[in-house]
């Protein structure tokens, strides 16, 4: 059985405000419902009621959770599904040729991406990046057994999304 971890990275923060941003967003998922505070100092927090209706009923045991938002290495990545950035507009993926351009972004500036098919002109963050890679900080990890984490990282993306400025983008995780 293969693990899945939903990740949802913000995308330009400066180094320096990524730990005040990461305990603002542990802070608003707290008030929001989407998590419930861990028992332990430095565990990561329960997923709150907020994600109840994204248990899935077929589960035959009682579903687990843990959701955080932290700083982490910069780079969040799919790992084993791992494949380049799909247009937004259309859902082609990017050219293999281009898709070099991620490591780049590394260290230096987020790739702009053409779509080969349809034109559109994106930053590599602003596609879909569901089964790629980007790099920022800070991120929130989502572990979500008995969940359908997919629907549940994408509804959580749209909330983050509207309450703090900055852009974010969703990665999902399996290993």
Known sequence: MSEHTELIVALDIAERDQRRMAADVNDWLRASGWSVRSASANGPDALGVHADSFRESTWSSAPSSAILCSVEDSMWDAVSDMEGPRCWQCDSEI?????????????????????????????????????????????????????DGIALARRLLTEVGGSFANRWAYVHRQR
């Open 95 to 147: 050219a293999d040729e281009d898709i070099s351009h991620l490591g780049d972004w590394m260290s230096g500036p987020e790739p702009v991406f053409t779509c080969g098919r349809c034109g559109a002109v994106a930053l590599a963050g602003d596609m879909n990046v569901a089964s790629s890679v980007v790099f920022g900080n800070p991120g929130i990890t989502i572990e979500c057994f008995g969940y």
